[in-house]
Every structure is written in structure tokens, then in C-alpha cells.
């Protein structure tokens, strides 16, 4: 695997680039079939209902069952009826306020412009991904309905239609996810990781038997290092899982992309020594161990090498690396099975999913998205007006089917962008218009020809982040202009017209969103993980609040949060390596560096979960007077070794604290306490008391040194 590392960490100026990348995007993998094949299939039975049935508006339908997330079917299926009052909610917004402001331009206009800001808002705010995105498409669609100067009647009905096309998207969608869907909860998650976590294991071995590893097995060690993590972080954060289950799996899917970049940049070794393929060979089980207690819902019990720590392998320097990466990843699975020893009753424990994001109204995030996708908006729908060139409305759907993507760096969102508006309108959806269609006199005809479109453009969508929306462009810009009328379309203008349309709300959106309010991918990426480290720190110190439901509801808002941080800068960290320019070397140094931090980052904060309980005093968890000193003592203390963490990456001076000496005097009274009242009952519970603040201190001063030899 000599040539596996410069494929990884570096890209050649070449084509030969752009074809090795294309191959590793597009290559079959574990359920892209299964996955494509569903979404075909809806999409198609959307249309083809559509058609017979002479419903307008199919194109909401079927760009609705194509981009709905369906990577978790239960959490799919769980949200039906979510999206399907959403729906009804937007047609009863549109047409009750609407009523209000009809008459009046100035009010008309202002409405128009606050329902994109609706929209918009409800794409950040609402947990439930399928329905946020059907209730924005809803409103992005239907307004522009009530600017033709037609009747109220015809504008009413036409309204319905719309509530209609996007209730049988809906209903067709969760149908096709009911015949295909998993029984367990998590499998779509589990399976990706164990897929990796196989791959590595593979590849070790052929290292512990002393050979090269065979081409499938780096090739597949290749693809998931380009592929990385982004597609089960999205998984789980749109999942309806519990918050507990979202915090353990983050950090091992953080974990585990680290292990596969890892093993996608080890060299292939001339010759090992026994000692050498030994040490291997126990990392290589310890691998398949975590596998195996991940697939059946176990806690892995990794063997312990009896190889000292002067014969690690030398040959291999990142074998090093890779088992202080497997140790953590047992950390957090033991961890978190710990915690639940003492888990609090069903009345303390996590609360419900709830319909917003817990910091919806508390977040200035979220209203700056939305005031941004507004202003993208409101611009194409005043500018379109002004000109009088209706035919261009598209824009405004393109602005909102554009939010809806989470991909990297603002060059390859506009890159991804165009070429897939011009390939799916202009070559696939104009060409057909000309070459193909007029050969077509038959449903039948066409049903063949959009399955074959929608195959290809869902390929590409299931790619990674870094290739998807180019799939979601062709998909868009296809049914955009073949499905918006029940026979074939023969002129070109309005296939012209709706293309331009898309093209200039992609050009609105890259001027607001990327220009006018964009950062690089490395500064977003160093936002997020400072934000996270500040949020841990202020997570350290609660509760501040005696009231229970208060501090709970506070506790939860801040592990949404600091989720929240940790997704966005593993998400920047996948855009910095697709970005050029003088100073790519060192932004790529730096996603190495947070790259490296993030997974233990996240471990340090699966253990602050844990002792929030203790902090809080409850049932089961309260600690005596002087214990409890002592453990804020050591949350103080925590807290300012982690805002002195960020203030070194910032660049500002940073003091040392006391945080070892504050661990010692926890155990100190700890210690007193057993010693004037032994209470063997007790003992256990102390000890896991204990061995939390150890890793945790363990875990921060580790990072306090990699950070300041690094910065």
C-alpha cells in the first residue's frame, strides 16, 4: 500500500485525480443499490400516479421522495405523520394568510418575503428532516402560486393540488420504506461502522501474517477514506434515536473514520518481526472484538498485548495511533454502558424527542439562516417580479432545495451546483425534449426514460456529501421542467426558462450564502470545535439551577449544542480538503490537528454526561457534603483547563491551573469519606465515581499537552 498514503493526503493536479476520485465515489458499496432502488421506485410511483391521475404539481412529489432522508428507515417511518400534518399546515398557511394580503401589493410582498423566512426557519429548527423540508418546499412553491392574475378560485384550488402532489410523495415514500424497511433500530449506523471497522481488521491481518494486502482490500480501505464519515453523521443526526445513543455513536463514528484514515495511510512493510506481527495481530482482534460487540449490542472485552511499550512496531508508526484510537473507542462503549448502572428512574430520564431543536428560539444561528435563505429568496422573487419573467420562478425553489444540502466548501457547492443544473437541465432534461420525447407516445415511454434519469441522478446522490448534490441538481432540474404538464412539453423557451431560473437562484444563493455572509472551510471548522470546547466548559459547570426541569432542560440544550458543534466542524473538515488555494498546506494541517483532537473531545464529554447526575443530586447519585465540594472543585477547575485550551488555539495566553492537584484532593475526599464510614453498598458506586474524573483528567491533560506542542 506504498501509493494508498498519497492518495489520501494529497491530490494531483491532474485529471488522472478527477478520474480516481469519480471511481471512488461512484463505486457500489454495502446498500447503495437497495438504497437507489428505493428511491427510484417511489419516485417513479409519484409520477406515474401524478400522470394518470392528471395531478399538476408532480414535480413536489417526486424531488420529494427522492431527497427525503431514507438512510434510517425507522426514523423515516416514525416521522410520517409529522410530515404529512406539516403539509397540511402549510396549505392551510398559505391559503388563510393569504387571503389577508391578496389585495394589497406593499402587504403582499411582505408576506411573501416572511414566508421565506418561515421556511427557511423551520429547515434549521425542526428536528424531523422530512417534514421541515416538505413544509419550505411547500412554502417556496405555493407562494408565487397567489402572484397570477387569476381568479381566488383558481388560485385556492390550485393550492390543494399542490397539499396533494406532496401528501402522495409522502405517503408513496413511507409505502416503499415499509416494504424495504429494517427491524432494528440503529442497523443503518451500525452497519457502516462495522463495515469500516471490517476493512481495517482485513487489512491488519494481512500486515500480522507478514504480506501485502490484496488490491480489493485497499481499494476498499481507499474508498472509505475518501467516502469518510459525513453519511452516517447525517444519519444520525437526523434519527429520532435517544440522546444518550446519539452521544455514544458520535464518538464512535468520529473514532472510527480516524482508524480507516489511519489504516488508508499505512505503508506496506518490508519485513516485520515477531514481536512486530504479534502486536498487529492482538490490534486486529481488538478491532474485530469491537465489531462483533457492536453488531450484537455488547461490550468488547479487547485482549491485552504482552508486548512492552519499547517494542511497539517501529515499522509502523501509526500502529501506535491506531490502538490508542481502538482503547478509546472501548472507552466509549464500556463507558456508556457504566453509566447506565446507575441510571436514574424513567421519570429523570432522557426526555422525548421534541418537535424544534432544543435551541431553536434560544440559538442566533438559527435566525441568521434565516435570514440569509430569506434575503437569497426575496431577492430572486423581487427581481424575477420586477422583470416580469415569471418563467424564472424556479429560483426560488432552487434557493430552498439548496439549504436543504449540508455539503463541504463553497467551491464545491457551486461547482456541484452548476454542473448539475446543466447537466440535468440543459443535456439530460432540454435533450430529451429534442432527441428522445418525440419518439415517445406513451406513458410507458416515458416511465422508462425517467427511471433511467432518476437512476443515474440517484447514484450520484448517494454519493458522499462531496459528489450528492450534484445527483440532487439533475434530479431537480429534470422533473422541473418534464413535470410540470401532462403531455410532452414542444417548446423550448419554457425548458429554457426554468433552467435559467435554477441557474440564477444557484448564483443568488452563492452570492449571499458563500460571498456576501461565507467563510473558508478551516475557519468554520475551527468555530465549531472552539464553540464545542467553550460549550464543554460551561457544560462542566452545571447545574446552575436548583430547579430540576430547569436545569435538565438546560443540560439538554447543551448536549444538542455541543452535538451540534462537533457535526459542523467534522462537516468543515471534509470541505477543507476539498479547497485550493496558497494556504491549503496548512489548512490541512489543521484538519489533521482537529481531526485528531475531535474523537477524544467527544469522549471527554460521553463521561461529562455521566457525572451530570452526580451534579445534579439525583436519585441514586447524591454525594455527601464533602465529596461533592470536591467534585465542584474539580468541575471548576476542568472548566478552566478547557476555555484554556481554546484560548491556545485562538492564540491568546493561557494560565495553568490546578486541574491534577483538584483530582487528588477528590480522591482525598473520597478516601476520608469510606474511611469514617464504610458502607460496602457504596464502595462499587464510588469507584465508578472515581474512575469517570481519572479518564476525564486523563483525557483533558492529554489534550493540553497535544494542543500546546501543536499550536
Not at 371 to 391: E, F, S
Not at 448 to 459: D, E, G, K, P, Y
Request: glycine share 6%; net charge neutral; with cysteine.
Amino acid at each position: 500500500m506504498a501509493t494508498t498514503a498519497q492518495s489520501v493526503s494529497a491530490m494531483p493536479s491532474s485529471l488522472s485525480w478527477l478520474e480516481q476520485f469519480l471511481k471512488d465515489e461512484l463505486s457500489p458499496y454495502p446498500g447503495r443499490t437497495a438504497l437507489v432502488a428505493r428511491m427510484v421506485i417511489a419516485a417513479t410511483l409519484v409520477m406515474v400516479t401524478c400522470m394518470v391521475f392528471r395531478i399538476p404539481y408532480a414535480f413536489q412529489g417526486a424531488i420529494y421522495a427522492l431527497i427525503v432522508s431514507r438512510e434510517s428507515s425507522q426514523a423515516t417511518l416514525k416521522s410520517a405523520a409529522s410530515i404529512l400534518a406539516l403539509t397540511g399546515i402549510g396549505g392551510v398557511y398559505l391559503l388563510v394568510s393569504a387571503r389577508f394580503v391578496i389585495s394589497i401589493p406593499t402587504l403582499h410582498l411582505l408576506w411573501a418575503i416572511a414566508s421565506f423566512f418561515l421556511g427557511f426557519y423551520a429547515i434549521s429548527t425542526i428536528n424531523n428532516f422530512g417534514a421541515s423540508s416538505t413544509f419550505a418546499i411547500m412554502l417556496c412553491v405555493g407562494v408565487p402560486l397567489w402572484d397570477r392574475h387569476v381568479s381566488a378560485g383558481t388560485n385556492v384550488e390550485d393550492t390543494l393540488w399542490l397539499c396533494l402532489a406532496s401528501a402522495i410523495g409522502v405517503v408513496v415514500t413511507v409505502g416503499v420504506e415499509i416494504l424495504f424497511s429494517r427491524i432494528k433500530p440503529g442497523e443503518d449506523i451500525v452497519a457502516g461502522v462495522a463495515d469500516r471497522l471490517a476493512t481495517v481488521e482485513n487489512l491488519l491481518m494481512s500486515f500480522a501474517n507478514d504480506c501485502a494486502a490484496d488490491r480489493p482490500t485497499q481499494t476498499n480501505v481507499v474508498r472509505l477514506a475518501m467516502v469518510g464519515t459525513s453519511m452516517l453523521r447525517r444519519i444520525l443526526q437526523r434519527s429520532a434515536y435517544a440522546p444518550n445513543y446519539v452521544e455514544q455513536m458520535g464518538a464512535v463514528i468520529a473514532l472510527t473514520g480516524r482508524l480507516v484514515d489511519l489504516a488508508a495511510n499505512l505503508t506496506s512493510p518490508s519485513h516485520l518481526s515477531g514481536d512486530d506481527r504479534e502486536q498487529i495481530h492482538l490490534l486486529a482482534e481488538n478491532v474485530g472484538t469491537i465489531r462483533s460487540a457492536l453488531l450484537a449490542e455488547g461490550t468488547p472485552l479487547l485482549n491485552a498485548s504482552h508486548v512492552t511499550q519499547g517494542n511497539v512496531p517501529h515499522t509502523i508508526p501509526l500502529v501506535t495511533e491506531m490502538e490508542k484510537t481502538v482503547e478509546l473507542m472501548k472507552e466509549v462503549l464500556i463507558g456508556s454502558q457504566s453509566f447506565g448502572v446507575f441510571a436514574p428512574q424513567p421519570s429523570t430520564g432522557d426526555p422525548q424527542p421534541s418537535f424544534f431543536v432544543r435551541d431553536a428560539f434560544t440559538n442566533v444561528k438559527h435566525i441568521q439562516f434565516a435570514l440569509k435563505g430569506c434575503l437569497t429568496a426575496g431577492l430572486c422573487y423581487i427581481i424575477y417580479n420586477g422583470v416580469d419573467w415569471p418563467g424564472i420562478s424556479t429560483a426560488v425553489t432552487t434557493c430552498f432545495l439548496t439549504a436543504l444540502s449540508t455539503v463541504g466548501s463553497s467551491r464545491q457547492k457551486q461547482v456541484l451546483r452548476i454542473s448539475g443544473a446543466v447537466v440535468g437541465g440543459f443535456l439530460i432534461g432540454m435533450g430529451s425534449q429534442v432527441f428522445i420525447l418525440p419518439c415517445l407516445d406513451s406513458i410507458a415511454g416515458f416511465t422508462i426514460l425517467f427511471v433511467f434519469v432518476t437512476a443515474f441522478a440517484s447514484w450520484f446522490m448517494t454519493s458522499s456529501p462531496r459528489l450528492s448534490y450534484f445527483g440532487v441538481q439533475i434530479a431537480v432540474a429534470f422533473c422541473l421542467i418534464h413535470l410540470n404538464s401532462f403531455a410532452i412539453e414542444p417548446s423550448l423557451s419554457i425548458a429554457r426558462d426554468r433552467v435559467v431560473g435554477i441557474l440564477f437562484g444557484l448564483i443568488m444563493m452563492w452570492l449571499v450564502f458563500d460571498q456576501l455572509w461565507g467563510a473558508s472551510a478551516v475557519s468554520d471548522m475551527k468555530s465549531a470545535f472552539l464553540s464545542a470546547v467553550r460549550l464543554l466548559a460551561q457544560f462542566a459547570r452545571e447545574p446552575i439551577s436548583m430547579d430540576y426541569n430547569v436545569a435538565a432542560e438546560r443540560s439538554y440544550s447543551l448536549r444538542e449544542a455541543i452535538n451540534n458543534n462537533f457535526d459542523s466542524a467534522r462537516a468543515a473538515a471534509d470541505g477543507v480538503f476539498l479547497e485550493f488555494g496558497p494556504s491549503r498546506q496548512q489548512d490541512l494541517a489543521w484538519r489533521s490537528k482537529f481531526r485528531q483532537w475531535q474523537p477524544q473531545l467527544r469522549l471527554l464529554f460521553v463521561a461529562e454526561i455521566a457525572l451530570w447526575k452526580y451534579r445534579a443530586r439525583l436519585p441514586g447519585f447524591a454525594l455527601p457534603d464533602s465529596v461533592g465540594a470536591a467534585q465542584r472543585a474539580f468541575d471548576d477547575e476542568l472548566a478552566r483547563a478547557l476555555e484554556a485550551i481554546a484560548d491556545r488555539i485562538e492564540g491568546r495566553p493561557s494560565q495553568a491551573g490546578l486541574f491534577e492537584e483538584s483530582l487528588a484532593r477528590l480522591e482525598r475526599a473520597v478516601s476520608a469519606y469510606e474511611g469514617s464510614e464504610p458502607q460496602p453498598a457504596t464502595a462499587d458506586r464510588f469507584q465508578a465515581f472515581l474512575s469517570l474524573h481519572r479518564r476525564i483528567e486523563t483525557l483533558t491533560t492529554s489534550l493540553q499537552k497535544e494542543i500546546g506542542n501543536a499550536v
